[in-house]
């Protein structure tokens, strides 16, 4: 769309509105409706609603904002100074002329024995239509600073979600390549000790990075719950290759999940934890992870047993940035609750949708 189609459309737009608002102001005010009042109506809202909208619309559109310019500020006052009785000047011009019958006529007074129609003077009327003018001037200010103030508005949610996006992506490539280091490792350590499973790991490694490079950095994405189950299956699946351990491993979930959906990649981090610091080859100390969901909320709780090595006091960055990402993506929808007995961890989590 042009510059002028845009221009055309919003000065219709405002037109439409200004005319909306003032036939209805006019009608409020009618206490018995005929012909005359109606045509009063008419001649208020329409020819001189019109007028007034020129008036207000040459301040919203050419002096309101350069009024704002410490450098055009001067010249924007002289200008308005000069509209302001010009348009008093139009207004009583147009009346005389057309409706000076309506609106201008008092009555009659007796002049030497004779009866005389008495009307408005210029200068009766300049004094009631400058604070008509000076009103619609304000009008038109506060109308474009309000404009303004929206247009501000709208700039500082956009740069603000940026920001967040950025710092979503960041947060999200920090726990992918935490993930991706500790999947390596995995597979190293099966290859150093000359497992066949090796392909295996390989081969679901290249999934869960398929899944991983497949989600869009927007932060608004929401991904189907069942992709990030199917997506935990594989890692844990990454993991019991690890081990060798079917046992050392629970999963559990509910075999009927509602449509929902879900961040991606939320989850893992903290099954990840789990397997970092955690006991995952003892069949009678599994991770344990549970995981349930309502078209209410989503409740999903990760527990291990620790083991005796040295681990991050505080789960490490993955717990760490997991935490960033739900003050972003779910800030006032989530509940966290990580305790750490010294022998076993507890991370529970719930969204609410």
Same mark, same amino acid.
């Given at each position: 769309?042009?510059? /002028? =189609? ?64 410490? +450098? ?5 006052? *002289? ?26 006529? +008092?009555? =009659?007074?007796?002049?030497?024995? #004779?009866? /005389? ?33 929206? #247009? ?9 979600? %940026? ?5 979503? *992506?960041?947060?999200?490539? #920090? ?57 935990? %299956? ?15 491993? /629970? ?25 970092? =610091? ?17 078209? %209410? ?11 005796? %090595? ?28 990580? +305790? ?14």
């Amino acid at each position: 769309m042009s510059d /002028v =189609h845009r221009s055309f459309r919003d000065f219709m737009l405002l037109l439409a509105g200004w005319l909306v608002l003032v036939y209805s102001g006019n009608l409020m005010t009618v206490i018995r409706f005929n012909d005359k009042t109606l045509r009063m109506v008419h001649i208020n809202s329409a020819a001189l609603g019109l007028v007034n909208f020129l008036l207000f619309y040459g301040c919203y559109r050419w002096i309101a904002t350069p009024m704002l310019d410490k +450098r055009r500020r001067l010249l924007s006052a *002289g200008i308005l100074l000069l509209i302001i009785p010009a348009f008093t000047l139009l207004k009583y011009g147009f009346i005389y002329l057309f409706f000076a019958r309506d609106i201008l006529y +008092r009555g =009659h007074q007796l002049i030497n024995w #004779q009866k /005389v129609e008495v009307y408005t003077t210029l200068g009766e009327y300049f004094v009631n239509g400058l604070w008509n003018n000076l009103i619609i001037i304000i009008a038109a200010f506060s109308f474009r600073l309000f404009q303004l103030w929206l #247009q501000e508005e709208k700039k500082r949610a956009m740069l603000q979600q %940026q920001q967040m996006q950025a710092e979503s *992506g960041f947060l999200k490539m #920090q726990l992918n390549s935490h993930f991706l280091i500790n999947s390596l490792n995995s597979i190293y350590s099966l290859a150093l000790m000359g497992s066949p499973e090796v392909v295996k790991a390989n081969k679901t490694l290249t999934h869960l990075l398929a899944y991983m490079v497949d989600q869009p950095s927007d932060i608004a994405y929401r991904a189907p719950i069942r992709e990030e189950i199917s997506y935990l %299956q594989d890692f844990v699946t990454l993991q019991r290759l690890r081990t060798g351990f079917q046992e050392g491993i /629970v999963f559990n979930t509910p075999d009927i999940l509602p449509e929902k959906n879900i961040a991606p990649l939320l989850l893992v981090p903290f099954v990840e934890n789990a397997f970092k =610091h955690g006991v995952s080859n003892r069949p009678g100390k599994p991770v344990t992870i549970t995981l349930s969901c309502t078209d %209410q909320q989503l409740l999903f709780s990760v527990h291990n047993y620790v083991s005796g %090595q040295q681990r991050d006091k505080t789960g490490g960055i993955g717990l760490d940035n997991v935490r960033k990402r739900l003050q972003l993506l779910y800030p006032g929808h989530h509940q966290l609750d990580i +305790r750490d007995t010294g022998a076993e961890y507890f991370s529970n989590l719930v969204i609410n949708w």
